[in-house]
């Protein structure tokens, strides 16, 4: 059983569509001919199976669950990764709560007329943008 659509809705919203790390969009805007690119992936905390980086000891249930999954962009989620002496579950624990932080309160300044969480207008570098 891998990660459930509920749950990945969950992850994406909790990071408001944003690398946990770097706080880039995990997708690139589509354009006049194609759809959205997806770069955003659903990362373990603990590894999902053994041999995997972090693997400990955790429920098989609990594996897949939005509580052990951040979200990242692929560059992060590959450093991560190859990085588990660095990149501890306790290191992204700290690191997905503060990125959640991050979004309620980007997202509560924006209600109340603060800076905006994503720009308003796209760059003409993207192409087919304005």
């Known amino acids: 059983m891998g990660v459930s659509e509920k749950t990945r809705k969950i992850v994406w919203a909790e990071a408001g569509g944003r690398c946990a790390i770097c706080r880039g969009e995990a997708i690139t805007p589509g354009t006049d001919c194609d759809d959205p690119s997806v770069f955003g992936e659903e990362a373990?905390?603990?590894?999902?199976?053994?041999?995997?980086?972090?693997?400990?000891?955790?429920d098989v249930g609990s594996r897949h669950n939005h509580m052990n999954l951040l979200l990242l962009c692929s560059r992060h989620h590959k450093q991560i990764d190859d990085q588990p002496h660095h990149f501890t579950v306790e290191r992204l624990?700290?690191?997905?709560?503060?990125?959640?932080?991050?979004?309620?309160?980007?997202?509560?300044?924006?209600?109340?007329?603060?800076?905006?969480l994503v720009p308003t207008q796209l760059s003409h570098s993207l192409g087919c943008w304005n």
């Open 93 to 116: 624990r700290e690191i997905k709560e503060r990125h959640a932080a991050w979004v309620r309160h980007s997202l509560d300044e924006r209600a109340a007329g603060g800076p905006k």
């Open 44 to 58: 373990h905390l603990v590894a999902r199976s053994k041999g995997g980086p972090r693997f400990g000891n955790l």
